[in-house]
């Protein structure tokens, strides 16, 4: 059974850094395309961006891409999503995803002082 | 960005009824490889996203067949012959045929 298992979510102040980890099972990580999608507190989907199998190429939302950074350990099969300088409209709850076909119960990351 | 239009916003349907949702995106989604990258997500209340249909109408194994997909280009359509208690939520469209794939707004459907 696949198994995408967030966590590093939380409370953070606007300005500081952050970085969210995705544990996924169930299927050979190493030979998966991964990514990231993040919703709203008003329901609004968002895709972050992806990292290929070897992480020698990702892709990135444009209005994201200077300030997040995908990247993964294939030996253990963990995909990260690293914030920083995060803001308000940053708060979503954070899904990693093998694109389109599995999704992870999300981890919520609240940005307010 | 390619936008995504979803009507309508909200259905409310009872039991048995059929259903359809309309998805629109502001360009084509046929792709260079002739493929086409629209899928369809669920949404149940108080969960994650679940996959429901890829690439406008190939259903993936565990969905029922009263689901169904159709649609090419810019318009699509997705059809549930009769509704169940289990069908309610909200769905979304998605595309993944262009950087940066983009979502539509959803379409949140209540029993009535």
């Known amino acids: 059974e696949v198994q995408l298992v967030e966590s590093g979510g939380g409370l953070v102040k606007p300005g500081a850094s952050l970085k969210l980890s995705c544990v996924a099972s169930?299927?050979?990580?190493?030979?998966?395309?991964m990514s990231w999608v993040r919703q709203t507190p008003g329901k609004t989907m968002e895709w972050i961006g992806d990292?290929?199998?070897?992480?020698?190429?990702?892709n990135y939302a444009p209005s994201l891409k200077n300030r997040f950074t995908i990247s993964r350990d294939n030996a253990k099969s963990t995909l990260y999503l690293q914030m920083s300088n995060v803001r308000s409209e940053d708060t979503a709850t954070y899904y990693c995803t093998r694109p389109f076909a599995y999704w992870g119960q999300g981890t919520l990351v609240t940005v307010s002082s | 960005d390619v936008v995504m239009t979803q009507t309508p916003v909200s259905l409310s349907l009872a039991i048995g009824q059929p259903a359809s949702i309309s998805c629109k995106s502001s360009?084509?989604?046929?792709?260079?490889?002739?493929?086409?990258?629209l899928n369809w997500i669920l949404q149940r209340p108080g969960q994650s996203p679940k996959r429901l249909i890829y690439?406008?109408?190939k259903l993936y194994s565990e969905v029922p067949d009263r689901f169904s997909g159709s649609g090419s280009e810019t318009e699509f359509t997705l059809k549930i012959s009769r509704v169940e208690a289990e069908d309610l939520g909200v769905y979304y469209c998605w595309q993944g045929t262009h950087f940066p794939y983009t979502f539509g707004a959803g379409t949140k459907l209540e029993l009535k």
């Open positions: 169930g299927f050979t990580f190493s030979d998966y395309w």
């Open positions: 360009q084509s989604l046929l792709g260079t490889s002739g493929k086409t990258f």
């Open positions: 690439q406008v109408s």
């Open positions: 990292i290929k199998y070897d992480g020698s190429y990702t």
